[in-house]
């Protein structure tokens, strides 16, 4: 059973406008979620990260949102650009998941694609 | 430069034998990943280490084994009782095993069974 899920597998923006990036979890446990950007062949390449005591966290064009009630985050870029065009995944992780802590749990990734 | 670097980017094995993934990191991280990442998947666990000479399996451990005798490498090796070795492998490391501290990854290894 998925305990992250990113049930969109793909995106389509055009250049200069919002993407939304949506994840949903089930394990409440969870504390601390990252987000990731991936490029075919390459590893992912850290993009931002939100703890569960915050709703909010901002870096630049990228911001994560929190709702823990609804066990929902979400990225937004704004504005998006073609270069971030790549695959974007959602993680989580819980200090004290049966002594597996810190271990990250992945979605399936969404991929985004940004047109000119 | 710090980083994690993976060796080879590409390998090629023929069914039955074992194969060594290697993964450095200059970082000073005591904590290091391996994982794997198939089409249309999100990245699954095989292995992880806290600390030199210690490591657990993940979710998927069953045909892979590793060692971490040196804080800098954490090399995996696909042996030949993995049923569907073909994948992308890629390591990660953060600074310790806190459920807070932001994993670095590598930039992955492609390992095709022929």
């Known amino acids: 059973d998925q305990q992250v899920k990113q049930n969109s597998p793909s995106l389509s923006v055009q250049e200069g406008r919002i993407s939304i990036l949506n994840c949903d979890y089930t394990?409440?446990?969870?504390?601390?979620f990252l987000w990731y950007k991936k490029y075919p062949a390459e590893g992912p390449t850290f993009l931002i990260s939100?703890?569960?005591?915050?709703d909010k966290n901002e870096d630049g064009r990228f911001t994560v949102f929190l709702n823990k009630s609804a066990k929902h985050l979400s990225l937004h870029i704004v504005p998006s650009q073609p270069g971030d065009s790549a695959v974007y995944f959602c993680?989580?992780?819980?200090?004290?998941?049966?002594?597996?802590?810190?271990?990250?749990?992945f979605g399936k990734g969404t991929k985004l694609s940004v047109k000119p | 430069d710090g980083g994690i670097t993976q060796s080879p980017k590409y390998l090629f094995r023929k069914e039955g034998q074992n194969v060594t993934l290697s993964c450095e990191q200059n970082?000073?991280?005591?904590?290091m990943y391996w994982y794997r990442q198939d089409p249309g998947q999100g990245l699954r666990l095989i292995y992880y280490?806290?600390?030199?000479?210690?490591?657990q399996k993940g979710d998927i451990a069953e045909g892979y084994s590793v060692s971490r005798e040196k804080k800098e490498s954490f090399p995996l090796t696909v042996t030949s009782a993995q049923k569907n070795p073909t994948a992308f492998y890629l390591c990660?490391?953060?600074?310790?095993?806190?459920?807070?501290?932001?994993?670095?990854f590598g930039p992955g290894t492609r390992l095709t069974v022929l």
């Open positions: 990660a490391s953060s600074i310790a095993r806190s459920g807070t501290d932001t994993q670095y």
């Open positions: 394990n409440s446990m969870f504390d601390y």
């Open positions: 939100i703890s569960s005591i915050k």
């Open positions: 993680a989580a992780s819980d200090k004290n998941y049966g002594g597996s802590q810190g271990n990250l749990i």
């Open positions: 970082l000073n991280h005591d904590a």
């Open positions: 280490s806290q600390i030199v000479n210690d490591f």
